[in-house]
């Protein structure tokens, strides 16, 4: 039998290995949180929520004067009640805002809009109820002209331009 090879022999305890370790990653370099306060946000856009009813140039319109044939002119109307153009010039500012923003028109949508809410409303003028009857008041459109944003729904419904003033100027 000298002419066997020699067959090699298995061990017979077969060597474990140890499982190897991840390597451990460095923990992340602490960065401190930049101050909020510190600089200035760019990034929104500037809101107003008031404008002062001397700059605007509010004044009240009769609504006699309005006819079905004018044309737009350089100011925007709003219909209110009494007591609302009262709280108006009383505390000086027209308070709006983006999620409540103040419904304006052209001198042409006027008409249409007020027969609409006379139509809603009781008409409570006769009764002597002064502070429930309609009234329109008109303010400069350049003024607030990049504060303004379309209003689809009510222009679609009247056949006239109707505006939102959000507050939110308009990035051109």
């Known amino acids: 039998m000298a002419g066997l090879p020699l067959i090699p022999t298995a061990p017979r305890h077969p060597r474990r290995r140890r499982p190897v370790a991840p390597l451990a990653a460095p923990p992340p370099p602490v960065v401190p949180q930049p101050d909020l306060f510190a600089t200035a946000t760019t ?6 929520t008031y404008l ?34 009262d709280t108006l010039r009383a505390r000086g500012t027209v308070l709006f805002s983006p999620r409540a923003p103040l419904v304006l028109t052209e001198r042409p949508g006027v008409l249409p809009w007020l027969a609409n809410m006379m139509e809603v409303m009781e008409s409570d003028c006769e009764a002597g109820h002064r502070s429930d009857s309609p009234v329109v008041f008109r303010v ?17 419904e ?12 308009r990035q051109e």
């Open 43 to 48: 990034d929104r856009p500037h809101a107003l």
């Open 52 to 85: 002062d009813v001397a700059t605007l140039g509010l004044a009240l319109v009769p609504a006699r004067s309005l006819r079905p044939d004018d044309g737009p002119d350089g100011y925007l109307y709003h219909i209110t009640t009494a007591a609302g153009l």
């Open 140 to 156: 400069k459109r350049f003024v607030i002209d990049r504060l303004l944003e379309h209003d689809p729904d009510r222009t679609r």
């Open 158 to 169: 009247y056949g006239v331009s109707f505006f939102l003033l959000t507050g939110l100027a």
